[in-house]
């Protein structure tokens, strides 16, 4: 419920931040780039991202401390795009990306939100395999069913010899 609840309000200030006018720089009277959206907003890492940037002449570049920086191909000489793969290793919460097309600079200070791996304890998530304990308590098991079902049987063939 709290994850629920934090996932939401992260994803509010995101589009409320998104909304606001991002810092950008106009050249040779050209419209300057604008509103930077990245899709998903909060993702997992190693996730891949799509940024799309308004008014925005190629070649752009795209770039942020949560991926490397990928190239943006253009639509209509308006609207680029590009996928960027999340690392493996982001720092969770906000991230901002920034784009330099051949118009001007765009910076989007809170674009997307990394999300980290869930903390779900030691029930079955080891990944060194069994232990010598596993081992020992698993063969228990199967001596005792092996004997209880040998009983079980001799005991049945017993009964019908009466």
Same mark, same amino acid.
């Given at each position: 419920?709290?994850?629920?609840?934090?996932?939401?309000?992260?994803?509010?200030?995101?589009?409320?931040?998104?909304?606001?006018?991002?810092?950008?720089?106009?050249?040779?009277?050209?419209?300057?780039?604008?509103?930077?959206?990245? %899709?998903? =907003?909060?993702?997992?890492?190693?996730?891949?991202?799509?940024?799309?940037?308004?008014?925005?002449?190629?070649?752009?570049?795209?770039?942020?401390?949560?991926?490397?920086?990928?190239? %943006?191909? =253009?639509?209509?000489?308006?609207?680029?795009?590009?996928?960027?793969?999340?690392?493996?290793?982001?720092?969770?919460?906000?991230?901002?990306?920034?784009?330099?097309?051949?118009?001007?600079?765009?910076?989007?200070?809170?674009?997307?939100?990394?999300?980290?791996?869930?903390?779900?304890?030691?029930?079955?998530?080891?990944?060194?395999?069994?232990?010598?304990?596993?081992?020992?308590?698993?063969?228990?098991?199967?001596?005792?069913?092996?004997?209880?079902?040998?009983?079980?049987?001799?005991?049945?063939?017993?009964?019908?010899?009466?």
């Amino acid at each position: 419920m709290r994850t629920t609840r934090a996932l939401a309000a992260s994803a509010a200030a995101v589009a409320v931040l998104g909304i606001a006018a991002p810092a950008s720089v106009a050249r040779d009277g050209m419209p300057s780039p604008s509103n930077i959206v990245a %899709l998903p =907003s909060v993702i997992a890492r190693g996730g891949q991202l799509t940024i799309t940037v308004n008014n925005c002449s190629t070649p752009a570049t795209a770039s942020s401390d949560a991926f490397r920086p990928i190239q %943006l191909t =253009s639509r209509n000489g308006t609207l680029a795009t590009g996928t960027a793969t999340v690392n493996r290793d982001a720092r969770q919460g906000s991230h901002s990306i920034s784009v330099v097309c051949a118009n001007g600079t765009v910076i989007n200070p809170a674009a997307f939100s990394v999300i980290g791996g869930v903390q779900g304890g030691l029930g079955g998530s080891s990944s060194s395999g069994a232990t010598p304990t596993d081992v020992a308590i698993g063969g228990g098991l199967v001596a005792a069913a092996v004997v209880g079902g040998g009983l079980f049987w001799m005991r049945r063939r017993a009964e019908r010899r009466i």
